[in-house]
């Protein structure tokens, strides 16, 4: 389900409807195994309530009484839903497995918000389970499933990922790339795996392991690593794009994956900017455009850690005085990564007072933190969603107010929504931080 959530909400379609089909699937696997036991068909349970009653009035009465218990419970009580839940053939393949069509909609149709169709949807599928006449296997099916045999398509579609080291090198310099492929294949191991890693032109990957290995069991991994060494004319602020492959075989069936990482490519900061990082961070300007690259312990809501990576300018945000920046890109590395704008009296000292950030995340909108109590550290947040990059944000100061918000076009006629005010501000030296 992290990955499902992840692909929506990167609103990739293709990604989101393999992963999706991969779980409708074991769905299915899941149905075809409990109907090789007559103790686990809701077909047997339907007909043991049917043969307690005296006549059809009766029979109509407990198949619906049955079928509400392990379903919708009471039409009254909805967060009851799913109270006696239950694993059995028909109701998982049927039921569970006809619900979860209806929550994953038709993403080809795009990511449109469509929840409160969708829960009236869902609450018509618990009805018509009750209410329906349909007789389900009674009788005990022996589907087989074999141990070892192959299901085609069975093996994970999204295998693969690809991370680095750090996420920047220097011109001329080198980064590490970690490949890993994950084996989920619930059937069978995979033989003959093969791993690659590929680079623009000029860049020079050479592998630091070894990049094959004969099997990999069901369930397991296999980790290769290579060595990128940048050129060194390669641009500052460039992002070169690292492609990771994979392929292999399980049993009669061959199959292939990708993923793939990013670098940045650093180079100087002029004044009058500085940089700050409490953590191993890359940092690079093209003009008026900055890059970041890094990572680091997540600051919205409650941390006593302070873990920035920033460009920073000294003496601004006076009274009645805002900053903006335009956040144009954004790895999608967490749903609460944040990348925009924090401010404190000076953040180049740990503790200092004034701390706030405003900064879009790739899965909770806009997110503004604050320092409640003056410690130097973030102790409350707030977000409001619908923004993504490209998006601008602000921090504006009045008195001892700061106020947080995002606009996805920064025009002056253009709606600004406020995250939440912060009060408390120390009127003393201020820094402002991309």
């Known amino acids: 389900m992290p990955p499902i959530q992840a692909a929506f909400a990167a609103k990739d379609i293709t990604k989101f409807e393999q992963l999706t089909g991969k779980w409708a699937q074991s769905i299915k696997l899941m149905d075809a195994l409990l109907g090789t036991d007559s103790n686990f068909l809701l077909g047997s349970w339907q007909a043991e309530a049917r043969a307690q009653a005296a006549n059809r009035t009766e029979a109509a009465a407990l198949r619906y009484d049955l079928r509400s218990l392990v379903s919708l419970w009471d039409s009254g009580t909805p967060d009851l839903q799913d109270y006696a839940r239950r694993e059995w053939n028909g109701l998982v393949g049927d039921y569970y497995g006809g619900r979860w069509q209806l929550y994953f909609f038709q993403p080809g149709q795009g990511f449109a918000d469509r929840s409160a169709g969708r829960r009236h949807r869902l609450a018509r599928v618990r009805q018509h389970l009750g209410a329906s006449g349909h007789r389900l296997s009674e009788p005990a099916t022996w589907r087989l499933v074999r141990a070892g045999q192959p299901r085609r398509g069975w093996a994970g579609r999204h295998p693969l990922t690809a991370t680095a080291a750090t996420a920047w090198v220097k011109p001329g310099g080198t980064a590490q790339v970690t490949v890993v492929f994950a084996n989920s294949n619930l059937i069978r191991s995979a033989d003959n795996v093969g791993l690659t890693v590929s680079a623009p032109a000029g860049y020079v990957v050479r592998p630091a392991t070894p ?204 709606l600004w929504w406020a995250v939440r005010p912060f009060l408390g501000w120390p009127p003393a030296k201020t820094w402002a931080w991309l």
Do not use: M
Not at 223 to 246: E, H, I, M, Q, R
Not at 307 to 312: H, L, N, V
Not at 362 to 388: K, L, Q, Y
């Open 211 to 414: 990049t094959t290995t004969r099997q990999v069991p069901v369930g397991g991994t296999f980790t290769a690593k290579w060595t990128v060494a940048a050129p060194a004319n390669a641009p500052s602020g460039s992002t070169p794009a690292l492609n990771a492959g994979v392929s292999w075989r399980s049993g009669s069936e061959s199959s292939r994956a990708t993923a793939a990482a990013q670098l940045l490519v650093t180079g100087d900061i002029a004044a009058p900017y500085t940089t700050v990082s409490t953590n191993n961070a890359g940092f690079a300007q093209s003009g008026d455009n900055f890059s970041i690259a890094g990572g680091g312990v997540r600051t919205c809501g409650v941390t006593a850690t302070n873990s920035e990576r920033s460009i920073a300018k000294k003496n601004v945000l006076a009274d009645d005085q805002a900053v903006i920046t335009q956040v144009t890109s954004q790895d999608n590395t967490s749903p609460y990564a944040r990348a925009g704008l924090v401010a404190s009296n000076d953040l180049s000292a740990s503790g200092s007072a004034g701390y706030a950030t405003i900064g879009v995340t790739p899965g909770h909108g806009c997110v503004f933190g604050w320092d409640r109590d003056g410690n130097g550290t973030i102790d409350s947040s707030a977000e409001t969603g619908g923004f993504a990059p490209t998006v601008y944000v602000r921090l504006g100061r009045h008195g001892d107010q700061l106020n947080g918000s995002c606009s996805s076009d920064g025009k002056k006629t253009g």
